[in-house]
Structure formats: structure tokens, C-alpha cells
């Protein structure tokens, strides 16, 4: 079946989590190098999440339209690995965004704070869909959008 592996194996995860009985201490870990598996995870609302990355370091041109310098090689050839705990990260999240709690006319839900979370990162663009003008993450685009999503969330009935 045609597709890309990690909508395969999310599309797994939540058919595992649908079935009677489903213990929701299981525990997932994703390998990978595409930026959009924090979002699929986050996404899954799953608290035992991890995502197992290579580091991976990219050198600039020593001049305008030169050649890449190579990375120079460890005398061991090491590889490193990153693990990220997405339940950390849901954590921070929490922290972050729990300064809305006491201002909002609906009940908080940190499950659909972190949907719109995911939102928020799509709109500064993904391998998928390019980002809205003026939303560049160099430029600040991510506090941009937390500070305006914590104005506006006040306002509106849920």
C-alpha cells in the first residue's frame, strides 16, 4: 500500500489504540529523520512517545557558491543518536501555555491545546505545505503565534 512509512505506522498506533483492551502505558518509539514525526506524535495524544534521531550536522560553503566542506570525521566514526520524550515536551507545552487557564470561558483541555500547538507549527511551513508569508521560524514566528494564540483564546467560546 503506497504512502509514507510513518502515516503507515501512525495509522497502526491508532488502530492498536481502538481495540478493546488497549493498554495505554504501551510505550512507542519512532525513528527517523523527518521534522514532522514531533507533530504525528504529538498528534497520537499518546503519553508514552519517543522519537530516536541521528544527529545530523550540516557545514556551510567557506564562500558564496563554493563547494560544502565536509564534516570531519571522528577518529571513531560515531554516530549520535538523539531520543526525544514527546511526554517532556508535552510537558514544557503545559508550562507554556498554562497562563490561559484562568482567562478562558471554556474548560482547558491540554489535548486540544497541544492540536492547535501542531496547528501553529504547520502554519510556518513543513515538508508538506510551504509557511504563510511573514511566518518564518528565524524570523520568530513560533513566539509570534504563541503570544497572539494566548491573546485571542480568551476571546473565543471554545
Known amino acids: 500500500?503506497?504512502?509514507?512509512?510513518?502515516?503507515?505506522?501512525?495509522?497502526?498506533?491508532?488502530?492498536?489504540r481502538a481495540k478493546e483492551g488497549y493498554d495505554p502505558n504501551t510505550r512507542h518509539c519512532m525513528y527517523g529523520l523527518d521534522a514532522d514525526l514531533i507533530m504525528l506524535g504529538m498528534c497520537s495524544h499518546e503519553p508514552h512517545f519517543s522519537l530516536l534521531?541521528?544527529?545530523?550536522?550540516?557545514?556551510?560553503p567557506s564562500k558564496p557558491g563554493g563547494r560544502k566542506k565536509k564534516a570531519k570525521k571522528t577518529?571513531?566514526?560515531t554516530i549520535?543518536?538523539?531520543?526525544?520524550?514527546?511526554?517532556?515536551?508535552?510537558?514544557?507545552?503545559?508550562?507554556?501555555?498554562?497562563?490561559?487557564?484562568?482567562?478562558?470561558?471554556?474548560?482547558?483541555?491540554?489535548e486540544r491545546i497541544i492540536d492547535d500547538w501542531v496547528l501553529m507549527g504547520f502554519l510556518i511551513g513543513n515538508d508538506f505545505i510551504p509557511r504563510l508569508p511573514n511566518m518564518h521560524i528565524h524570523d520568530d514566528a513560533l513566539p509570534l503565534?504563541?503570544?497572539t494564540y494566548m491573546d485571542v483564546l480568551p476571546t473565543l467560546d471554545g
Open 75 to 77: 577518529e571513531s566514526n
Open 53 to 60: 534521531r541521528e544527529e545530523v550536522k550540516f557545514t556551510r
Open 145 to 147: 503565534l504563541y503570544k
Open 80 to 110: 549520535c543518536f538523539h531520543l526525544l520524550h514527546l511526554s517532556i515536551l508535552r510537558e514544557y507545552l503545559s508550562w507554556e501555555f498554562i497562563k490561559v487557564k484562568d482567562s478562558i470561558k471554556f474548560d482547558y483541555d491540554m
Open 1 to 16: 500500500c503506497p504512502g509514507e512509512g510513518e502515516h503507515k505506522i501512525m495509522d497502526f498506533i491508532r488502530a492498536e
